[in-house]
């Protein structure tokens, strides 16, 4: 019943966040009012929406102390893989984050959210969409430190890709379904919604919801105290070096969500860098942080069944089972298969031969894309040289 409450409370902070002020204040009321036979809960979701509300600073003056940065020996070899994205570290480096638990962050992609901040420092990002055909991303990091945000909500679907790495989730609140998962699988959860300040903040020059932020950094301190910083065994990927050599047959590629314009993707070829980089309705999509557009060197699109299940127009997703996959990198496209035997398990990409894909070095860009199902329109995807 708790629980159950809270995944509640969840639903309604999600919607006070968006309020002006008095209508914020009148939710208040009406929530005491009704948990006023409640007790410790009422003390909770007080706690909870003070915490929600907290404005530290500006995002480009926030004092998040970051980790210090390794002075590597130009002498030592990098020859120590990094186990979710292949790039190679020198063994001093590995130091950093041998004894830290991956974390997955939510991340929105609203258009008031842009620029978003922390994504280009991600080993692997996913990119689904949530409701109203806005896309919402799920980042992965282990090896760097960097603020991150606008920080959101959870959905069901991305615990299924978040399980494979055993990380921490770090999210602000989520759908009711959603959180009663986080609670069933027994997920190292980072909840704003329990941890509050100085692990999340609301920064002045944004509007709520699109304020909310966190930094790696302050989410493995949480971590620590909570005892999730191990890194987990899991199965990597396969990794290649870069190939530059071959016909390129995909120097373009479009990935149409079947929604407004703002959503649609771009990734453009970058010949001289061997990367893709990122256009959001034909605007380079930058980090906040750095001011850097956002790039990949492997660009793999995964296709699933998808349908929506309920009036808030949430949807869910089959991410188990296998679909259709492309995975894009040095300027080519393999098609293929993907396949996920379990929640837990890794999802692996596989050429129509039936050997597993190898993905270059660097950061990947996981694109999920609906099939058409359940009266929600099918994404479309194109690519030319």
């Known amino acids: 019943m708790f629980q159950k409450l809270i995944g509640k409370l969840n639903s309604l902070k999600a919607k006070m966040d968006g309020m ?16 006023l036979g409640t007790g410790g809960v009422l003390a909770l979701a007080v706690n909870a929406f003070n ?27 990098k020859d120590t893989p990094d186990p979710i994205n292949g790039v190679l570290y020198a063994k001093s480096e590995v130091n950093n984050w041998k004894t830290r638990v991956p974390l997955a962050i939510m991340i929105e992609n609203h258009v008031d959210a842009r620029p978003q901040s922390g994504l280009s420092k991600a080993e692997v990002v996913y990119e689904a969409l949530a409701e109203g055909g806005i896309t919402r991303f799920m980042a992965i990091f282990l090896a760097s430190s960097t603020e991150v945000g606008p920080v959101r909500s959870a959905r069901a679907y991305y615990l299924d890709w978040l399980s494979e790495y ?22 190292k959860d980072l ?118 299940y309920d009036s808030y127009g949430r949807l869910s997703m089959e991410t188990v089972g296998s679909g259709d996959a492309k995975i894009f990198r040095d300027g080519t496209v393999v098609e293929g298969t993907w396949k996920k035997p379990s929640r837990e398990e890794r999802t692996k990409f596989y050429d129509q031969a039936g050997q597993e894909i190898e993905l270059n070095r660097g950061q990947i860009w996981i694109e999920v894309i609906p099939s058409s199902a359940g009266g929600l329109k099918g994404a479309k995807i194109e690519y030319s040289s």
Do not use: C
């Open 20 to 35: 002006p002020g008095w209508k914020r204040g009148l939710a208040l009321l009406t929530l005491v009012a009704v948990l």
């Open 51 to 77: 915490q929600s509300n907290t404005i530290v600073s500006p995002v480009g003056n926030s004092s998040t102390k970051s980790s210090k940065s390794m002075v590597v020996s130009p002498n030592e070899p």
């Open 166 to 187: 055993g990380a921490g989730y770090a999210h602000w609140g989520g759908s009711p379904e959603a959180m009663d998962l986080i609670k069933r699988y027994s997920l």
């Open 191 to 308: 909840d704003q919604f329990f941890l509050g300040a100085p692990t999340y903040w609301r920064v002045a020059d944004r509007a709520a919801p699109h304020n909310g932020y966190s930094s790696t950094d302050k989410l493995w301190e949480a971590a620590e105290k909570r005892g999730y910083n191990v890194l987990p065994s899991f199965d990597s990927w396969k990794f290649k070096n870069d190939s530059t050599d071959s016909a390129k047959t995909a120097g373009t590629i479009n990935i149409d969500f079947g929604s407004a314009d703002a959503y649609n993707v771009t990734w453009k070829y970058d010949p001289e860098k061997n990367i893709y980089l990122r256009e959001n309705g034909k605007v380079a999509y930058k980090d906040k942080v750095n001011d850097e557009q956002f790039s990949a060197k492997n660009i793999v699109v995964e296709s699933v069944k998808a349908s929506s």
